[in-house]
Nanobody, 124 residues
């Protein structure tokens, strides 16, 4: 089993910045793509950002391009999501996910392991 634990979600104001962290354990980490997904109120879970195993390739949803940055520290088995210029529409539960693919994958069906989620609320 792979366990993923997110942290960093909180209530912030529009325009603020926030960094989420996800620590992975239980399986090899460094060679597999990892992602951040979110579920906004009334919506399905959808991809936010993905990073491949060695950290040299990334993917971002159009809604967060230029504002969010995904990164990873394989020595610490940790991925991060730096969120800048937050908007109320970014309000969601954010989930860390681990795939069994080496390349970038962006669908929820491509990920086998999920964290419990961390709530990010952006007030206007």
């Amino acid at each position: 089993q792979v366990q993923l634990v997110e942290s960093g979600g909180e209530l912030v104001q529009a325009g603020d910045s926030l960094r989420l962290s996800c620590v992975a354990s239980g399986r090899p980490f460094r060679i597999y793509s990892m992602g951040w997904f979110r579920r906004a109120p009334g919506k399905e879970r959808d991809v936010v950002a993905v990073i491949n195993g060695n950290g040299d390739s990334t993917y971002y949803a159009d809604s967060v391009k230029g504002r969010f940055t995904i990164s990873r520290d394989n020595a610490k088995n940790t991925i991060y999501l730096q969120m800048n210029s937050l908007k109320p529409e970014d309000t969601a539960v954010y989930y860390c996910a681990a795939s069994l693919y080496i390349r970038i994958v962006v669908g929820t069906q491509d990920y086998d392991y999920w964290g419990q989620g961390t709530q990010v609320t952006v007030s206007s």
